[in-house]
């Protein structure tokens, strides 16, 4: 069994086509099913059923490529890993979500500069789940997101903790009600924009907090009511907002989901609800939004940086130093973290 034979394998499961696997891996159809029927007899297991279009894995071969499709990624990531470490790029690539970019980070990068002149940076809009697989094969140095996550490759260190606030439209009610709470909020359509949704383990299971609101029979019928939906049938809370109300046992009303905070901000300009944004957002459209604090202190969204475990890229530790300065010269109240290994 050889790389060769395992990455056909790969590419003929993909995309359950012989032709088209054998363009994607520059081999001709007759060297690609050579290939393939080595690697079966070398491992004594059919693993393509030829006889049905399109092409099916076996039960075996299914087995066998979520497997090797794993231990392939692990090879690339080492390969990207040991070249990096031989010749560490001068350049710092920075991935980042876009609520941090409104945040800190511009002002983060100007300080890392003004103390390492010479430095180039990179900066890419990069979700942060996507963040991990860009990490690994060496396309950023470093990761900022809002979400924690467990993988073997990669360690994080939690930066701080931001509060959320609320975002409403100028014309609403609220708009000038300086100190918010959740339950105030639960009749009012809430724009739900996050795309990367919390861990099962880290969740609200609906039957353990949520008190259902009680209020609900004098509302419009609702467009989407997933948060009743959800406490209905009690599964887990995975959306990061009402993961929020669920922790105080509150389910709004009515919900739509949009793809971006942008987008959650334009609804909430247009009149269309509210939203909850963390406190660096408060500088956005400002004409039409008001942002108002929440009393709840621990209504917080998390920051995080994201690095490898194995190889930190050498001026990842000047990054922080700049964070933390800034920090300071803010009055940011925040942990010092150190790296587990340095490169
Ligand atoms: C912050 O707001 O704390 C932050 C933003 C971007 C990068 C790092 C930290």
Redesign the pocket.
């Known amino acids: 069994m050889d790389l060769k034979q395992l990455n056909a394998f790969i590419a003929v499961a993909d995309l359950r086509s012989f032709s088209a696997a054998a363009t994607k891996t520059g081999l001709s159809q007759p060297s690609l099913s050579r290939l393939l029927k080595q690697l079966e007899t070398d491992i004594g297991v059919v693993l393509i059923d030829r006889y049905h279009r399109p092409l099916h894995l076996t039960e075996a071969g299914s087995f066998f490529y979520d497997k090797i499709s794993t231990i392939l990624t692990e090879i690339e990531t080492v390969t990207s890993m040991t070249q990096r470490l031989s010749a560490p790029s001068t350049a710092l690539n920075i991935g980042?979500v876009p609520s941090?970019l409104y945040?800190?980070?511009p002002e983060?990068i100007a300080k890392l500069k003004q103390s390492n002149p010479d430095i180039e940076v990179n900066l890419k809009d990069i979700s942060s789940y996507q963040q991990m697989e860009a990490l690994k094969s060496g396309d950023i140095d470093v990761g900022?997101g809002r979400f924690a996550h467990q993988d073997p490759w990669i360690q994080q260190i939690l930066?701080?903790h931001?509060r959320y606030v609320v975002a409403l439209p100028k014309s609403h009610p609220l708009a000038y009600v300086e100190e918010q709470r959740l339950i105030d909020l639960a009749n009012n359509r809430l724009i739900l924009y996050h795309q990367t949704h919390l861990p099962i383990a880290a969740t609200v299971t609906p039957s353990a907090h949520a008190r259902s609101y009680s209020d609900n029979t004098q509302l419009d019928k609702p467009i989407r009511a997933d948060a009743g939906e959800q406490l209905a049938s009690n599964k887990p809370i995975t959306e990061p907002l009402l993961h929020l109300f669920a922790q105080y046992g509150i389910s709004p009303y009515m919900t739509t989901t949009v793809s971006d905070l942008q987008v959650a901000l334009g609804l909430v300009a247009a009149g269309e609800g509210i939203t909850l944004v963390p406190a660096?957002l408060k500088t956005v459209r400002t004409e039409q939004i008001s942002y108002q604090r929440l009393v709840h202190e621990n209504v917080t969204s998390p920051?995080y940086?994201h690095t490898l475990k194995d190889f930190v890229h050498p001026s990842i530790s000047n990054l922080l130093s700049a964070?933390y300065q800034v920090?300071e010269q803010r009055g940011?109240t925040y942990r010092p973290q150190k790296f587990v290994s340095q490169a």
Do not use: A
Request: hydrophobic share 70%; glycine share 6%.
């Open positions: 980042f941090v945040g800190l980070l983060i900022f930066l701080r931001e660096s920051i940086l964070i920090y940011i």
